[in-house]
C-alpha cells in the first residue's frame, strides 16, 4: 500500500506539461542543512504550492550545470515516493527518460521506493 492514494497524486500530476518558475533553496553543490551529503542538482520548490509535509512541493531541477537560485522550466516528471506522505516534480527544459531522471536523483531518490510518472507523449 503507497502511503500516497491516487487522490493525492493529483496534486501533482496536475502540473506536467505545465511551464513553471522554481525557487531554489538549495543549489547544486550546496550541504544539506541536516544530513551528511551535497546536492547533486539544483532542487528548490514551487511558490504558492502545499505537499504532504506542509511545505510547499518540492522540485528536482535537472541538467543544469551550475548552481541556481530559481529557474523557469517545464514539468517534465512527478517522481512519486511510495514510502513517504510526498512526491517530486522534476522540472528541465525537455523531456527526459525516466532512466536519466532517476540516474540524477539517485543520491536522495535512491533511498525511497520510487515510480516516475512521465509526461505523456504528445502526437
Given amino acids: 500500500m503507497w502511503l500516497n492514494d491516487m487522490d493525492d497524486l493529483s496534486q501533482y500530476t496536475q502540473y506536467l506539461g505545465q511551464d513553471l518558475y522554481v525557487k531554489i533553496d538549495r543549489p547544486k553543490g550546496s550541504n544539506h542543512p541536516r544530513l551528511d551529503f551535497i546536492y547533486e542538482t539544483n532542487y528548490g520548490f514551487l511558490p504558492g504550492t502545499k505537499a504532504g509535509d506542509g511545505h510547499e512541493i518540492d522540485v528536482w531541477v535537472l541538467e543544469q ?5 530559481e529557474f523557469n522550466g517545464t514539468c517534465v516528471a512527478v517522481i512519486v515516493r511510495k514510502d513517504d506522505d510526498e512526491n517530486k516534480l522534476v522540472v ?3 523531456r527526459l527518460s525516466k532512466e ?7 543520491f536522495v531518490e535512491g533511498y525511497y521506493d520510487t515510480e516516475v510518472i512521465l509526461l505523456p507523449e504528445t502526437d
Avoid: G, M, V
Wanted: glycine share 0%.
Fill in 65 to 69: 550545470e551550475t548552481p541556481l537560485s
Fill in 92 to 94: 528541465a527544459n525537455r
Fill in 100 to 106: 536519466r531522471i532517476l540516474e540524477e536523483t539517485k
